[in-house]
């Protein structure tokens, strides 16, 4: 057993990555769903195991791709950081299939299942792929396997607007993955390498050597990485994509999206703002955090949350919810402090959990009363209670009340807002929260206070509500005993922000 | 510096051909041009002395894609619509050209030997590849050894690539949306299975692009060449057969389940030989694992294994993704202007009964 746990980092990749060819070649509905299942639920035990061994060391751990140390080869790394994201993707991914098991029987047409289960298997591997890399280029790489998934797992929604949604993350998402290639490229020429932790030292002697002077390939660079990710990340001004992905796409997928794919690309961020460029330089000499980064996420956190008040479906609506969610993200890096980042990594898990437990709950209502129309949510507290309730334990947890795993992590922003003396600031998060209790009450009134249509029927889909009350039951968990994974957090970020050392000298002594 | 005129000649080619694809209304013409723009690229790549991207570029972006283009037009329509002038569109496009423009700034000179990248990891795979793995071709070292994991995320790619087509094209939503509607046999341009000496071209040329195709799979290690290349080119002479007799009769050679077979089949293959080196006590794709005793011939075989997987699932997918583009049955179109041009019906014409080749007929 200890022979395959030395394995754990590459075989959370490996496992989802080769299922999927199996499953395209079994072809067989019943055995592809079983075994998607199986596979996502290893990898997500993996994804955990990886967070204890994480937890056991101190210094992060590294995998050798192929036998070659870095930076010849590339390399897995178990950092706290990247532990922490994987095992959140990986549970998320594994309840997602739980509830697609009744879902994609309506919404993938028949013998093409096989498929869309190998779609979601390589859209894991992608997402877990660019978390635990430790290499520049292998990050582009897995993108490109989790976007080109990802678009059509959302196409396969069954409206026919599910294709425009899709085209249009297809042509943004394409050239966000572009602009982040572009700015690899320009750090491969001004570095000479790939590897993360090398790339990071080298940059670090570029901009020593010239402290006022700004290096304009390596500043090019940078900014074409930002755009490329902020694009995929959903940043205002730009998230156009992400309200129409996300309400059009299958209703599995939607849980599965909203959970994990910003949150990946979010950890990318804090990767190429703190570690490539160095936190020194981005928040102190480009200032990128307060005069760039915080004003965009404020917008966005307004905006987002403005707009969701007045969409005509439950999906638009958390959809747009999602938008203002990722400006939290966001504002929390562009402190550029620990605990900024520490208060980041708490709201990316808090809101994954939180939102993909929801747009399960949204797949419970669709299934019960055959739209997400919020107009046809009446009376659904006395229809379906149990489902109600937990839209509304989902709906606390997005505004933030104490008890949720939404009141820690907003308590850890507004505690990095003041440490860094950002009182105006603390007070607009404090007020954009407020306007998530006017979205999130507006569905409750139609749900409690308005009298259930007569002639309607509902039904009941238990297996829906499985990994919804899962996901918003660890919500409520963390929420009230949130210790370990603050502690977690703070050693994640802690990890992040240390001095990047120099790779030990290769075997061969190559360098030379 | 010889080649410098050369290259400058290339170089305002590239942008004549990039200004006019960008300003031309008939999509029949920016896709051919395309295909020209690729090809100027190859030559570039070949000036600059990377043979192996030169080679790619020239199978994939002048020949696969451009099938592909025409394909998707044969679908569609081959007119873009007016659409009004987008100022910021315009705007953002400027800006970004300018941030590339400066940051070719700060860069090292063109073919500086003090450049950080001939010092990083680049000069350790010109001086060690050979003790290290043995194989002439350092690309090859580079792409299936070295960074080896990065070509099965490629190939993992390909892969997604050709599920996501077959999910896209064949879901419930998209037949729903596309009716037949039968060519009118008079009407008709003719086909290209009907011009005698194409056909005749095309039967003398295929054995020999197969044979091409096996050479570069199993020379890549000694030449430029690989996977990725043969398995282009392997599929392509697929793409010709189909282009001249028609889909159906390339179904008949390669039915549909065979090839989403060989797609999966590839990847599984690369990553079997990943994890058949953890089962030999080695990490993930640690080919030396194979025999300790003596590391590059483990190398070699990995090697050669893993570039067989490339070329398999690659000329696979490729192939499915052609026949679903031309397998789908023509929209119903809006009615076009008089005096447009015909689209091209190279691809599409899945209604018309198939006439199997026979020996010696043209």
Known sequence: ?512 | MTELPLEAVLFVFLLVVGIVVGRLRNLFGAAMLTGIFSFLSAGLFTLLTAVDVAFTEAAVGAGISTVLFLATLALTDDTERESERSWLAIGVVSLTGLALFFGTFDMPAFGDPDAPIHHGVGRHYLMHSWDEIGLPNVVTSVLASYRGYDTFGELAVVFTAGIGVLLLLRSKAAVMGAKAKPIPVRSRAPYVREMPIVRAVAKVMLPFILLFALYVQAHGDFGPGGGFQAGVVFAAAFILYGLVWGPRAVQGIAPERMLEGGMAFGVLLYGGVGVAALFAGGTFLDYSAFTPEHPSHGQHWGIFLVELGVGITVSAVMVVIYFVFTARPRPRLPKRKKGALAPPRLTAVPELPVETPKEGSS
């Open chain 1, 1 to 512: 057993m200890s022979g395959l746990k030395a394995h754990f980092p590459v075989l959370l990749v490996v496992v989802p990555l080769l299922t999927a060819p199996l499953l395209a070649l079994i072809r067989q509905k019943q055995v592809a769903r079983a075994l998607a299942l199986l596979s996502a639920l290893a990898t997500a035990v993996i994804g955990w195991g990886l967070v204890i061994a994480a937890r056991e060391q101190v210094e992060p751990l590294s995998y050798h791709l192929g036998g070659w140390p870095p930076p010849i080869g590339i390399e897995y790394v178990v950092s706290q950081a990247s532990a922490f994201v994987v095992a959140i993707v990986s549970s998320i991914a594994a309840l997602g299939l739980l509830l697609g098991t009744r879902e994609t029987r309506k919404e993938v047409t028949e013998g093409q299942q096989h498929l869309y289960y190998a779609a979601y298997l390589l859209c894991l591997a992608g997402l877990l792929g660019m978390a635990i890399t430790g290499d520049a280029f292998n990050v582009f790489v897995f993108l490109e396997i989790s976007s080109l998934s990802t678009y059509s797992l959302v196409a396969m929604g069954n409206r026919r607007r599910a294709f425009s949604a899709a085209f249009n993350y297809l042509i943004l998402g394409t050239i966000g993955g572009t602009f982040v290639l572009i700015g690899i490229g320009l750090l491969y020429q001004v570095t000479g390498t790939l590897n993360v932790q090398d790339i990071a030292h080298r940059v670090q002697e570029l901009e020593d050597v010239a402290p006022d002077s700004h290096n304009l390939t390596l500043l090019v660079a940078f900014v074409f990485m930002i755009v490329g990710l902020g694009l995929k990340l959903a940043v205002f001004p730009l998230h156009q994509w992400l309200p129409g992905a996300y309400a059009e796409a299958p209703a599995a997928v939607s849980a599965f999206l909203a959970g994990t794919a910003t949150k990946v690309i979010y950890f990318q961020l804090l990767r190429t703002t703190v570690v490539f460029f160095g936190a020194a330089h981005v928040f102190g000499a480009l200032r990128f955090g307060t005069h760039v980064l915080m004003p965009l996420s404020i917008a966005g956190m307004f905006i987002g949350s403005i707009a969701a008040i007045y969409q005509p479906t439950l999906k638009r609506m958390l959809a747009y919810s999602s938008v203002g969610q990722v400006g939290y993200l966001t504002l929390a890096l562009s402190f550029g402090t620990e605990a900024g980042v520490q208060a980041g990594l708490l709201h990316l898990g808090a809101h994954a959990v939180t939102k993909a437990g929801l747009f399960c709950v949204v797949a419970a209502i669709v299934a019960g009363v055959g739209s997400n129309r919020i107009q046809r949510l009446n009376g659904l507290g006395k229809r379906m209670p149990i489902v109600a309730f937990a839209f509304v334990l989902g709906g606390v947890g997005l505004i933030g009340v104490p008890g949720t795993s939404g009141f820690v992590s907003k308590w850890a922003l507004l505690q990095a807002a003041f440490a860094s003396e950002h009182y105006l600031v603390a007070g607009l998060v404090l007020l954009s929260s407020l306007v998530a209790v006017v979205y999130v009450w507006r569905i409750v009134e139609v749900m409690y206070f308005q009298a259930p249509p007569v002639d309607e029927k509902t039904t009941h889909d238990n297996l829906a509500m499985v990994p919804a009350l899962i996901l918003l039951g660890a919500s409520v968990l963390f929420g009230l005993f949130p210790d370990q994974v603050v502690e977690l957090a703070a050693d994640a970020a802690h990890q992040l922000f240390l001095e990047p050392g120099s790779l030990p000298p290769l075997p061969t002594g190559g360098h030379g």
